[in-house]
């Protein structure tokens, strides 16, 4: 977006040299700072090279937005000060599988806009230009756009997953998070969420490993070993979710289902990796997500049952 060095510069360049530098979008503020008035605006309207995209914003092409139009077309409506935050910034650093259709805008509090479709403006009293990255498109960097989602997300699971998920996904650090949080002091949720980071960065990179981890020390059990390698009878890799070793040398494997595992293929490919374990001598257990949040200490006695015994510490 621009600043006020280009700004300055703006009179050197032509409509379609901005227009192009944020994916052919331009507001009418711009136009009229490059001596543009209303009647050359109708005019490209009219022979519909150009569409409305709001009431300050132009495309400069027809046909439908692209994602990353619709998110110059919230900053450019927004004014200066303003930048893609939340779940849209971490989707522009590259996170999968937490898409959301809206786009989301950081604004100033109090800052009065007139609604634009696709875009959620999101009011914040933090200081949001200092927290952008170095691209050309206000976008905030993945860390402070993960703890401000997280720290209002109502969903308390949802924002550690999203956490996790940062990290497990090599966005981000556990330490580069930790620093974050004392720097957007004060922040929501800032112990248990240092708390959570302890748990990532001791190896536990998804919330069923978060979810284990907690279960193990609510029920008094041993810590498992997590993310085993092991060799299928096809010498393919696999990791499983969780092991204890039994005092006979046997393993007691818990495997955790997520919502993926409703798919065909990925059930048929547990299951093909399940009778292996049990051939090689493996104790399996299954269970899925919510059985474990929601009912780990069910989760907890059949372990038992089967020999893992209590926690020594």
Known sequence: ???????????????????????????????????????????????????????????????????????????????????????????????????????????????????????????????????????RLPVWQVEPAALLFAAYEPVTRTAYGLLAAVVQQRLTTPDRLDHWIGRMRPLRRAKPFRRVLGEIAGGAQSMAELDIGRMCRTHHLPLPVRQVRRRDQEGRLRFTDAEWRLPDGRAVILEVDGAFHMDVEHWSDDVERERDLVADGAIVLRCTAIQLRDDSWRVARDLRRVGVGESSA
């Open 1 to 135: 977006m621009w600043n006020r060095g280009s700004l300055q510069r703006m009179h050197a360049l032509t409509w379609l040299d901005v227009a192009r530098a944020q994916e052919d979008l331009i507001s009418r503020a711009q136009l009229r700072r490059l001596g543009h008035d209303k009647e050359f605006v109708r005019t490209q309207l009219r022979a519909r090279r150009w569409q409305r995209v709001g009431p300050v914003v132009l495309a400069t092409t027809t046909g439908r937005l692209t994602r990353e139009q619709l998110m110059w077309a919230g900053v450019l409506h927004a004014g200066p000060g303003s930048a893609v935050g939340g779940l849209t910034a971490l989707e522009g650093h590259g996170l999968r599988n937490w898409h959301r259709e809206e786009v989301t805008v950081l604004v100033e509090k109090s800052h009065n806009l007139e609604p634009l479709d696709g875009v959620d403006f999101v009011e914040t009293r933090r200081p949001i230009v200092l927290y952008r990255g170095a691209g």
